[in-house]
Each structure stands twice: as C-alpha cells, then as structure tokens.
Nanobody, 127 residues
Framework: QVQLVESGGGLVQPGGSLRLSCSASGRTFSSYVLAWFRRAPGNEREFVAGIARSSGRTSYADSVKGRFTISRDNTKNTVYLQMNSLSPEDTAVYYC????????????????????WGQGTQVTVSS
C-alpha cells in the first residue's frame, strides 16, 4: 500500500480558492488511480474527483464540475485538487485515496474501491 499525506486545507471566504496537495510514499505512485473524497459533518464520505494513472483522464462529481480540478505529478508523487469558487457547502474534511482499480467512473465513486487513505485535511468555507 501507499502512504498518503494531505495538506493545504484551511479557512477561506466564499468565492475563494484553495489548492490541496497529497504526497505519497513509495516508488509505485504512477501505478495507482487517485481520487479525492470529502466528508461534511453528519454526512457520508463522498467522491469529489478522480484521475487515471498516466492518461490524464479525470472524473468529477456533478457538484464540483467546472470549479475543481484534479491533477497529478508522477515525478513528485503528488496529486492536487485545485478548488475555485468555493461555497459553504464545500466545507468538509478532504481525503485523498489510492487504488489499483481500473479507471472507471463507476468504481471511482465508491469508497470501497480504495485501499489507501490519507488522514484528511479540513476545508472550511465561511465569511
């Protein structure tokens, strides 16, 4: 399994932007499908965005399409989530996750598809 550590969370005003980073250990980073999930208070953990191993293919939850961008740098073992036009509804703990699954829009959205998780980083959108 790969070890994941998120960073970049914090407090931001509505309409603002944040970029989350997730650094991974190990030399097989490029072999993993990566994703970001989030969990708001009282809610289940939900899929936000996913990215394929090397093709650049991405998938997004409808709630973040056009506002969030997932990217990865396999030379730095890091996956990013650029979040723009943030709203209070985006307040949550954000987790990155890695898996050996095929890149599938169906499999990506399931928490059970992922075997490696970071500890999470808090994002709070408030004025």
């Amino acid at each position: 399994q790969v070890q994941l550590v998120e960073s970049g969370g914090g407090l931001v005003q509505p309409g603002g932007s944040l970029r989350l980073s997730c650094s991974a250990s190990g030399r097989t980073f490029s072999s993993y499908v990566l994703a970001w999930f989030r969990r708001a208070p009282g809610n289940e953990r939900e899929f936000v965005a996913g990215i394929a191993r090397s093709s650049g293919r991405t998938s997004y939850a409808d709630s973040v399409k056009g506002r969030f961008t997932i990217s990865r740098d396999n030379t730095k073992n890091t996956v990013y989530l650029q979040m723009n036009s943030l709203s209070p509804e985006d307040t949550a703990v954000y987790y990155c996750a890695a898996s050996s699954i095929p890149f599938s829009s169906v499999l990506l959205t399931s928490v059970r598809s992922f075997t490696s998780w970071g500890q999470g980083t808090q994002v709070t959108v408030s004025s």
